[in-house]
């Protein structure tokens, strides 16, 4: 899915994600994580969209829940913003290229990364990946 979006992406939508990562950039470096969440959140949704399936962004929404209160805990580890600022730069490095094998890689590794944080906190705080009301 990766590699089709990277080759079909328009210019229009590369600036978008260009301007999106400038803003990123600044907001991280005057420290406003929440702001970050914010544009992190619409670099996702913005690629989702450039799959070509519209309803994607929507049913991602579901999972994001989760991962979004879970990144709440992660963003503030030391180094955890600005290594998810350079795997947002290899993402859009890619995509600015169109090469489907790069983009795929950097979009692996930035998920991988997500993961490494994800596990032990699901094992030491699994209310986070609950839906309300359940165990």
Do not use: K
């Not at 899915?1 to 080759?7: I, P, R, V, W, Y």
């Not at 210019?11 to 950039?25: I, M, S, V, W």
């Not at 600005?82 to 290899?90: G, K, N, S």
């Not at 993961?115 to 165990?135: C, I, K, V």
């Amino acid at each position: 899915m990766t590699g089709s979006a990277c080759q079909q992406v328009t210019d229009d939508q590369l600036r978008d994600l260009r301007r999106n990562l400038r803003l990123q950039e600044a907001l991280a470096a005057d420290g406003d994580q929440q702001g970050f969440m914010g544009l992190d959140g619409q670099m996702h949704d913005m690629m989702l969209s450039f799959t070509g399936f519209p309803r994607l962004p929507q049913v991602s929404q579901t999972a994001w829940l989760s991962v979004h209160r879970a990144r709440q805990l992660i963003l503030p580890v030391p180094g955890r913003l600005q290594a998810t600022l350079d795997e947002h730069r290899l993402i859009l490095a890619a995509f600015e290229a169109r090469d489907p094998q790069a983009a795929r890689l950097a979009v692996q590794h930035h998920l991988r990364q997500l993961l490494t944080y994800l596990q032990p906190l699901e094992r030491n705080h699994p209310e986070l990946f609950s839906a309300p009301g359940q165990p």
